[in-house]
Structures are given as structure tokens and as C-alpha cells.
């Protein structure tokens, strides 16, 4: 992540149950946003979608995470005992 950023919220603690419709489809973080997916516990597959990275996917695991740039689309498929929050960063 690029230095400067500051801190502007923490989603809620997701599950396999309580994940939002909307990040198990392709999305992107906001311009002038970057994002860190955070596992706390099981696992978690982040997917890229489009660009030159389309389809490559990274598994997670509990105390993994991953930067996520703005404007970057992607989308999560996370495991039955997933528990992950997502960071974000101006």
C-alpha cells in the first residue's frame, strides 16, 4: 500500500453465512481507496477478475491478508469456517 494512507473502517466480521451478496460476485474498491482483506480464521479464495489477472486466485488462510488496489475488480469464495474482515484505506 502506498504510504500516507490513513485508516477509515473495518467491515463487520463476514462468515460463509453473513457474507454480502455483493463481494461474491466481481466489484471494486472506490477510487482513492485501497482495501486489505484480513483472515481471522478457515480460509478464504480471493479471486481477480479482469485485467491481466483474470481468474488467478490467491488461498488464504487464518492471519493471511492481501492489499487490494482501487479500482481493482475481484470477488471472495470463502471456505464453511471463514471468518475474515475487510480494511480500508485513503
Known amino acids: ?10 467491515t463487520n466480521e463476514f462468515d ?16 482513492n481507496v ?6 481471522r480464521a478457515g480460509s ?8 491481466q489477472d483474470e481468474g488467478s486466485a490467491v488461498d488464504m488462510a487464518a492471519g493471511d491478508s492481501l492489499v487490494i488496489p482501487p479500482l481493482t475488480h ?8 471463514a471468518r475474515f474482515v475487510v480494511e480500508f484505506y485513503r
Do not use: I, N, Y
Open 1 to 10: 500500500m502506498p504510504e500516507g494512507l490513513t485508516h477509515a473502517r473495518t
Open 16 to 31: 460463509a453465512t453473513t457474507v454480502p451478496a455483493g463481494l461474491l460476485r466481481a466489484h471494486t474498491v472506490a477510487a
Open 34 to 39: 485501497w482495501g486489505r482483506v484480513q483472515v
Open 44 to 51: 478464504l479464495r480471493f479471486v481477480w477478475e479482469g485485467g
Open 74 to 81: 475481484h470477488r471472495v469464495e470463502p471456505g464453511e469456517d
